[in-house]
């Protein structure tokens, strides 16, 4: 068997190995633009195709070292991501809003805001799954949706996230690495202005669509039933989603040792973690009446389409990844070598996390400033040093993984769930390609702004 050490990979792998995760990330892209019909139908065979074309030749190369790779993809991040997603998909799903509430463009604002007040508190992820069906219910009427579930992953599913280690999983990585649970507060002021300019376009936006929509809704109230007032049903899943984010904090707190399985050792406390979210999910099925699920509309398709593609992307993206990982000593040297200023690392991370996975990015440029400012200093004295001292570096690292994850479908772990979410209620949402059109003409000027203010 091969001895080569799965860190190692990324530092002799050829860039040319990520071709297999380019072209999922093409098939993600034009499949559904080009052969819809093809796509809706056939997605999950393209994506075991480009799988197994970067699997095969990779074992056959690197024998034991990729084995080691894509097993440990496997089950220390491909198995507790979709888990957490399956976990708060179900959860959510059983808590319903009732009552009349027929959205203008103050209450889908109000809707964006709160979400990005509690994604900091509950995770984008739980934040997201909690709301995206009440917003898509009080839009239901309305021929103009797609712009509100856009910015609804803009703001909910991403911006949000910024202010505590339970936002986003790289920060939840910064404070593992020893950062101050309270640390990320302090980019408060980068959050609220990013987020202020965000929600003023949307209401200008949404305010000219809802002035369009004018006849639909005169229209809409007068075929409705009397207004019914507002409230909550499925309650007790609040219960479950708290136990899901107990659940991830306890993973990063409580330190029980490792086991190995199948060669790849994986932490008990994440085994615990997983357990529970699992254990969260089927009581939420076991205590939360059909009914309440039929009212959202709940199905399985979403967390199955994500599921499939999800398991291409994991697979397909290790090379990306690896070589990543290697920093200054891989293929990705230059780049490496050359973010030097605040902004420099605000703009890396942020355009290698709109792509891939945002944790190793943090964490690729958490490590090249510890490197550059405090090399050979304990990483404990390191982190502290470089969070009180050279903040803006830090700064720049987390609000570039973070805010960038909003550029694309693949982004952040929630984006692609709320478009499929969107897409089985008949919203008609854009292209990969289409979103990274909303996303270069919103946010790429409000982070070139953001840049020159706060980098």
Do not use: C
């Amino acid at each position: 068997m091969d001895t080569t050490h799965v860190h190692e990979l990324g530092e002799i792998l050829p860039l040319w190995s990520t071709l297999p995760f380019a072209a999922l990330l093409a098939a993600i892209a034009l499949g559904p633009l080009l052969a819809p019909r093809f796509w809706h139908h056939h997605y999950p065979k393209v994506a075991l195709v480009l799988a197994l074309a970067l699997a095969v030749p990779f074992l056959l190369a690197y024998h034991g070292a990729a084995a080691h790779a894509i097993l440990h993809t496997a089950a220390v991040d491909y198995i507790p991501f979709i888990l957490l997603l399956w976990g708060l998909f179900t959860v959510a799903g059983g808590i319903v809003l009732r009552g009349t509430l027929t959205a203008t463009p103050a209450i889908n604002t109000g809707f964006l805001a709160f979400g990005g007040l509690i994604a900091s508190a509950m995770g984008t992820t739980g934040a997201s799954m909690l709301l995206i069906r009440p917003v898509l219910r009080a839009n239901a009427w309305r021929p103009h949706q797609s712009h509100v579930i856009i910015f609804f992953i803009f703001i909910v599913a991403n911006i949000g996230g910024l202010l505590t280690p339970l936002g986003d999983p790289p920060l939840f990585l910064g404070f593992l690495r020893g950062l101050s649970f309270f640390w990320s507060l302090r980019l408060f002021p980068i959050m609220i202005f990013v987020a202020a300019l965000v929600l003023s376009v949307f209401y200008l936006l949404d305010r000219r669509y809802y002035r369009r929509d004018r006849d639909r809704l005169a229209a809409h109230r007068a075929a409705a039933p009397p207004p019914e007032p507002l409230g909550l049903a499925g309650t007790h899943n609040f219960l479950f989603l708290a136990g899901i984010v107990g659940a991830v904090l306890l993973s990063g707190t409580w330190h029980a040792g490792s086991l190995t399985l199948l060669g790849v050792e994986v932490e008990r406390s994440s085994l615990v973690r997983d357990g529970l979210i699992l254990i969260m999910g089927l009581l939420s099925l076991a205590t939360t009446p059909a009914t309440l699920r039929r009212a959202n509309g709940f199905t399985w398709a979403p967390i199955r389409e994500v599921a499939i593609l999800f398991a291409g992307i994991f697979t397909t993206i290790i090379p990306a990844l690896a070589i990543l990982k290697a920093g200054s000593h891989g293929p990705l040297a230059p780049l490496i070598r050359n973010v030097a200023d605040p902004s420099h690392y605000f703009w890396a991370t942020g355009i290698l996390s709109s792509f891939l996975d945002n944790a190793p990015t943090y964490l690729t440029f958490l490590t090249s400033l510890l490197g550059r400012f405090y090399a050979g200093v304990p990483e404990a004295i390191a982190i502290d040093q470089l969070g009180a001292v050279q903040a803006i570096y830090l700064e720049a690292v987390a609000a570039g993984a973070v805010f960038m994850g909003a550029n694309t479908y693949i982004g952040n772990a929630p984006n692609f769930m709320i478009k499929s979410i969107a897409e089985e209620a008949g919203v008609a949402m854009p292209s990969f390609i289409g979103y990274m059109a909303w996303s270069g003409a919103i946010l790429i000027p409000i982070f070139i702004l953001t840049t020159w203010i706060f980098f």
